[in-house]
DNA sequence: GCCGTTTTCGGCCCGACTGTTTTCAGTCG
């Protein structure tokens, strides 16, 4: 079994338990199930592997303790988890779809299942165009239209892009919005700071005079087809290539404490969120705060040292370590654009070339 | 369900936007 798989098992259970609500811990339980799903996404090594070798661990890996590795030894041995299954047989497994849809979370999924017997996408659509949704609690005709537009972007289901692909996006639609007066500063935040090899939506953090001013210019941007939200200090937009851009609007004073925030990953977030809490203080993205007042915030270097770590490069903002390497001085020197010289690639006789190792070492030196 | 320079038990990040909330719940970043 792959760990992708075992990722998807661990992400269903963890959605069941949020629509299910039936164990009295299971917010805890559930946001467990996301951070091991998470934790095995980066894993590079196969977890198959490491439950077959008596000399590992599984519990060595972050997020999984006895309960989980067990589950893991499970899959891997049976192909299936007895947890899981008992916990599909509760509901119809369509509801999880529900979930996906942008609006749509645990207490409406219950709420459309347990008064209209919603369990499937396309039922939900019938009902929300035959105005039966607006009738229920906490939803209105705004809300019922919000969700056929959420069913639309379901079923266009865009996924996640290329960095290449959002980074020239983003250079686009840095270069539209400095072109606004009231913009001073442009960064592109999120996993494409982070550097990952795909980016589920753009990240743009804007330091500015007028908030207001520039969510405004922003929604005018051509390329847009939804505006999904827009307040005082944030806006959300669909593009037409299907890109979400999130764009954060936040005093420059803030500037450290807000690229923060915004560059993630959201464990790393917490984890340092966790950190501030432990020292009576409070990390947000205005901020590291003692009470009203402000211990750093200007520069993402000021906030990391005030938290007694060293700058921690956004490439590694995992929480799969690196703050406890940070705390000891002891983080890696990554690898620079400017230090690489070329990229080299040989297929030898090991497994699809044509010739040894040895001959190659030997046509090299010649 | 995980985890520990305050804990092996008892916590678990913090804030913006939406809708109708008249004091807050749900969803999302
Ligand atoms: N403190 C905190 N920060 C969050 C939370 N969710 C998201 N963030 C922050 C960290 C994220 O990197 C950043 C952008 O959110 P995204 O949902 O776009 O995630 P990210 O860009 O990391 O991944 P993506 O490729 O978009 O799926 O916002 C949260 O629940 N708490
Ligand atoms: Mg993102
Ligand atoms: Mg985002």
Wanted: glycine letters at 6%; hydrophobic letters at 40%; a negative charge.
């Amino acid at each position: 079994m792959e760990n992708r798989e075992i990722a998807a098992v661990f992400e269903e259970i963890s959605n069941l338990m949020k629509i299910l609500q039936d164990d009295p811990k299971w917010t805890f339980k559930s946001a467990a199930y996301d951070r091991a799903k998470r934790s095995i996404e980066g894993i590079s090594e196969r977890l198959e592997d490491i439950a077959r070798d008596p000399n590992r661990k599984l519990t060595d890996i972050p997020c999984i303790g006895e309960d989980l590795a067990g589950k893991i030894k499970e899959l891997v041995e049976t192909g299936k988890s007895k947890y899981h299954q008992e916990q599909l047989s509760k509901v119809p497994r369509s509801l999880l779809d529900l979930l996906q849809l942008q609006t749509v979370g645990p207490q409406k999924v219950r709420l459309f299942y347990q008064e209209l017997g919603i369990k499937t996408v396309d039922e939900l659509e019938a009902a929300a165009k035959a105005g039966r949704l607006q009738t229920l609690p906490k939803m209105d005709v705004k809300s019922e239209e919000n969700i056929l537009k959420a069913i639309e972007t379901f079923r266009r289901a865009a996924g996640r892009f290329r960095l290449d692909v959002a980074d020239a996006v983003a250079t686009e639609l840095s270069e539209y919005l400095r072109r606004h007066k009231a913009v001073e500063e442009v960064t592109p935040a999120g996993s494409l700071r982070r550097g990952r090899e795909t980016i589920g939506d753009l990240d743009l953090l804007v330091i500015g005079r007028d908030a207001a001013s520039i969510a405004e210019h922003m929604t005018r941007y051509a390329g847009i087809t939804q505006v999904l939200a827009k307040g005082e200090d944030k806006v959300s937009v669909k593009l037409e290539n299907q890109m979400q851009v999130d764009v954060r609007m936040l005093e420059r004073k803030s500037y450290g404490a807000a690229l923060m925030y915004f560059t993630g990953s959201k464990e790393h977030n917490v984890a340092l969120r966790d950190r501030a809490k432990r020292r009576g203080w409070k990390l947000s993205e205005y901020g590291l705060f003692h009470g009203e007042r402000v211990i750093a915030a200007k520069t993402e270097e000021e906030v990391y040292k005030k938290l007694g770590l060293d700058l921690i490069p956004p490439e590694i903002r995992e929480n799969l370590g690196e703050i406890e390497a940070a705390e000891e001085r002891r983080l890696p020197k990554l690898v620079e654009l400017e230090e690489i010289r070329g990229d080299l690639q040989m297929h030898t006789s090991a497994s699809d070339g044509h010739t040894s190792v040895e001959e190659m070492a030997a046509a090299a030196k010649a």
